[in-house]
Structures are given as C-alpha cells and as structure tokens.
C-alpha cells in the first residue's frame, strides 16, 4: 500500500486520487460506448459526468460529516477539510442521483433511461476506486490472523488505528465483487425489459454487497449503535424491489 505514489519537489501525486480519476474516466468511457445510437451524446455525457464529479464530492463528504457529527462539532471548519479524509460513496450516488433527475429533465430526456447506460460505468469506477481506497489504507477491515490479512503502511487511518495488526483486506473484496456486479449489469443491459432495470439490479446488487461486508468493516460510520450502512442499504433494497413492481406495471418510473 503506497498512499503516495510519488513526489516530485514539494508536489505529492496520491494513489487515490489516481485511481479514483481513473475510475471516473473509465466509468465515463464505457457509459459513452453503451450510449451509441441512443438520444444521449457523447457531449452530454461528458458535461453531466463535469457537474456528477462536483455534486458527488458534496455528497460525498455531507454524507460522512451527517453520520459522524460529533467528530467536527467542536470544529465545525474541519467539515470543509474532505482531503484530510472522509467520504462515503453512498453520499455521492444519492447526489448523482438529484443532479441526474434534475439534469435530464431539463434535458428533455428520460433519466431512467439514462441511468441504465450509466449504471455499468458508475459500478466499473467504484470498483476502480476502492482499489484505491486499499493503496490509501482507509475502508478497511477487522483485525484477522488469516493468511490473507494485510499490514498496512505507517502514516495511513489504518495503521493509525490497528498498527501493524493484520487487517481484512475489504476494500479488495469489494472491488472484486464490484467487478462482478459490471459484468452482471452489462450481461443484462441488452436483455432489460423495461427502462430502469438495469440500474434497480445495480442497486439491488450493490446494496447486498455492501450488506454482507459491513461484517467485515472496521471503520464503518454508526447511526445510534448500528452501522449507518447497513440501515441504508437495506432500505435502498427495499426501495428497489418496490419501484421495480411499479414499474412492470406502470412502465415508468
């Protein structure tokens, strides 16, 4: 794990901000390519990901100060410090989600619609970007004596918190999984039934994931003693499953 990637002068390049550009461009890319021959534009694509990438750290950043409150209360100002650490890529999914309804609307365009061809690509650059949550030592897992268990580098929140305890490699895993949902979601995309499938399977899948490896998290941000993930992704399912039969029926979401 190498949270700094290299110096040059006074000028430190980070492995996470690498790779988290990484995985927006690589989501941006393959949004474009399954974009092809529909009313969404490469252009449009493009200017939507610009204003995505802003709101997203917004979200990103107000989602993990909300559940985490008491950390910045004596200082407020430290909120505003995201590069100090402390973003959920839960925040960022529901702002793009306000900015896309938003956005396409203005448009003239179905976000449903939309969000079907974005789907692959959101889920393609959050896998990318967990890799780099690994090289950066932060979402990690609990303490473990199996052979898979990792040692962090001095100067990352995981040797700050564990030293040099072996700890659950679950940024990993989840970017393993993450890559197993892109190949699911792209699977389904030319066979989806009705508009809004594939980023409801998206949700749906995602959430399960994310479930299951808050077991494994030790880092995870509490909402009265339960870990404010879990809370949120179930609802997310439950919130799918049931626009999903609203949407059989209706045929619009």
Not at 155 to 168: D, E, K, R
């Amino acid at each position: 794990m190498y949270p700094i990637l290299l110096t040059i002068g006074n000028f430190e390049i980070h492995s996470w901000g690498i790779l988290v550009m990484l995985g927006i461009l690589s989501g941006m890319w393959l949004t474009i390519r399954l974009a092809q021959g529909s009313e969404f534009s490469s252009s449009k694509i493009q200017e939507f990901v610009f204003y995505g990438v802003f709101f997203g750290f917004l979200g990103a950043r107000a989602w993990e100060v909300a559940f985490s409150w008491s950390e910045y209360s004596a200082e407020p100002i430290r909120a505003l410090l995201f590069w100090q650490g402390g973003l959920s890529i839960q925040g960022a999914v529901v702002a793009g989600i306000f900015l896309g309804w938003w956005y396409f609307k203005k448009e003239k365009l179905s976000f449903s619609r939309f969000a079907d061809i974005a789907a692959p690509g959101l889920m393609l650059g959050q896998a990318i970007g967990r890799i780099g949550c690994f090289f950066n030592g932060d979402a990690y897992g609990i303490p473990t004596d199996s052979w898979y268990g990792v040692i962090y580098q001095p100067g990352t929140p995981a040797f700050h918190a564990w030293g040099s305890m072996p700890l659950v490699p679950a940024e990993l895993m989840e970017a393993g999984l993450d890559f197993a949902i892109v190949y699911c979601l792209l699977r389904l995309y030319p066979r989806r039934k009705f508009d809004g499938q594939v980023v409801l399977t998206y949700f749906i899948l995602y959430s399960l994931v994310r479930f299951g490896l808050e077991f494994l998290r030790a880092d995870s941000l509490m909402f009265y003693g339960v870990k404010a993930a879990q809370i949120s992704t179930m609802v997310t399912v439950i919130a799918a499953l049931i626009l999903w039969g609203i949407r059989r029926k209706t045929k619009q979401i």
